[in-house]
């Protein structure tokens, strides 16, 4: 049998995405609550409150504040073994900057983790998913200021303490590495609470709320394990790893210099210290970020147990193809081309399935500690037919091909695999375009953007087949 017994299938969301209630039971406004539009698109702007009609989607997503209970039914009717999502920091911390949490809030996660565990299915929680509280982004400039550290750190400990006995996997914060595309300003926002424009050097700027949020981790990850030994704390990137275009060195080393970013978080977090290159990459550019006495030692303490990330895409780059636009949201880098052997989604995320073992044996072999898979998936515009059914046979047939390379990982390169979790189990609003209608779900839920629909839940093509596929361990694909 390839996979273990105790393989952790299940499916992703995040909060912000999926849960709405944005101003119910006592929660604060996180950044994302006042922003417009997707994170790639023109539309988005930092409204500074609410502008009717016009805001970002997540304010009602797809309801599973009110509906979590027949949500959580459907996944265990799948046989998720996991579910992966987070804890809204401003449910807990309406302003992040409280001595106090809002007990509703804690009442809240309480009632979704047994609901979950009813069904002997494991919350694997992400501690931060795009949405710190906006009073920190505002008052303290976001994750740039030290303050930070101590408000993070507050919220973490409060949770891990109150959910000790129901969570064991957690993370700290959702892909940490996006944020190393400053241009996008507001997507830094989203991140890190910073707005890079503000700054002179943006990337000293960007690499500052990174040590602090790298700080803050290793705290969290040093506490949890004093709070409940058997916590298995983790790290989040994503990852779009860098093809060379062709065998000419000067591609080789355009693809190994792009990779450098690619490593630059987890390297901190699962090694406990900064990699050669970030250093030297500080002294070139000026950006090196002010450290405390005794971060270092903290970074060194509070190495990661598992490294999740998110694999949908891979990028080709080639030396002499240098364009003036600076990384993309989509994983890009300046040096990069369309590689002509894999096909791309609607959105232009190229779909590559060997990249996610290419991706598994890279970072396994770098870091030798167990990973997990905690988002991957197929965005895709679904038809719900007039009987209620979507057939989703291209998510399937995306699936498949993933899961069929992650098997070879671990059954050919011996990679430590722990679980894996598709984006999106169920439709929700998608980060990058702020749209409902881009669709990742095994669950339909019948809501469009401009407001209508009933909310129902209808199960698409993939929920039976994905059911069987966790049925027979991955055998059945
Ligand atoms: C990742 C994020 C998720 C999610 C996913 C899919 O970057 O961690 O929050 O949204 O991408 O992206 P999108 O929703 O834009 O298709």
Redesign the pocket.
């Known amino acids: 049998m390839a996979l273990s017994d105790r393989f952790l299938w299940g499916g992703a969301v ?1 909060a912000n ?1 999926l849960e709405g209630g944005w101003n119910e039971g006592g929660k604060g406004p996180s950044v994302i609550d006042m922003m417009t539009g ?3 698109t023109k539309m988005r702007r930092i409204t500074d409150g609410v502008i009717e009609g016009e805001y970002y989607p997540n304010h009602e997503a797809v309801d599973f504040y009110h509906e979590y209970k027949g949500d959580i039914a459907l996944m265990a009717e799948m046989g998720f073994k996991c579910f992966r999502t987070n804890i809204a920091w401003t449910r807990i911390f309406p302003n992040g900057d409280e001595l106090e949490p809002n007990e509703e809030g804690l009442k809240f996660y309480d009632d979704m983790f047994d609901e979950l565990l009813k069904y002997g299915i494991e919350p694997v929680i992400t501690l931060s ?2 949405e710190m509280p906006y009073h920190l982004a505002k008052e303290y400039g976001g994750w740039i200021n030290r303050k930070v550290i101590d408000f993070f750190v507050r919220f973490a400990v409060t949770v891990m303490e109150r959910y000790k006995d129901k969570v064991k996997y957690w993370m700290t914060f ?2 940490i590495n ?1 944020q190393s595309n400053t241009s996008a300003d507001i997507f830094g926002w989203t991140d890190s609470g910073v707005l890079f424009s503000q700054y002179e050097n943006k990337k000293k700027a960007m690499y500052q709320a990174a040590h602090h949020e790298m700080v803050a981790g290793a705290m969290v990850v040093k506490k949890g394990h004093e709070i409940n030994p058997d916590f298995k704390i983790g790290c989040m990137c ?1 990852f779009v790893p860098f093809y060379p275009y062709s065998c000419n060195p000067d591609d080789i080393m355009t693809a190994t210099e792009c990779m450098h970013e690619r490593f630059y978080f987890g390297d901190v977090q699962i090694r406990g210290h900064y990699p050669a290159f970030a250093k030297k990459e500080w002294k070139r550019e000026g950006t090196k970020p002010e450290m405390l006495p005794g971060d270092e030692e903290i970074l060194a303490e509070g190495k990661c147990d598992y490294l999740g990330f ?1 694999y ?1 895409m891979t990028n080709a780059v080639k030396a002499d193809v240098k364009k003036d636009t600076a990384e993309s949201l989509d994983g890009s880098s300046p040096y990069s081309i369309a590689n002509p052997y894999v096909k791309a989604s609607d ?1 232009g ?1 190229q779909i590559d399935p060997v990249g996610l073992r290419y991706a598994l044996v890279t970072l396994y072999e770098r870091y030798e500690i167990p990973l997990f898979i905690v ?1 991957n ?1 197929f ?1 895709a515009i679904d038809i719900l037919k007039e009987d209620k059914t979507c057939d989703d046979d291209y998510r399937i047939e995306y699936l498949r091909a993933h899961i069929s390379e992650m098997k070879k990982a671990v059954e050919i390169d011996g990679v430590d695999l722990m679980g894996y979790t598709p ?2 189990c169920i439709d ?6 702020g749209e409902l209608k ?1 669709r ?1 779900g095994f669950i339909y839920v019948d809501k469009n953007d401009d407001g209508t629909g009933s909310g129902k839940r209808y199960r698409k093509k993939s929920f039976g087949w994905y059911k069987n596929v966790i049925r027979t361990n991955g055998e059945e694909l």
């Open positions: 995040a995405q997707g994170s790639s998913h795009f959702n892909e996006n994503s998110s949908y959105w995320w988002e998936g965005g984006w999106g929700l609003v998608s980060f990058t375009t881009k990742y």
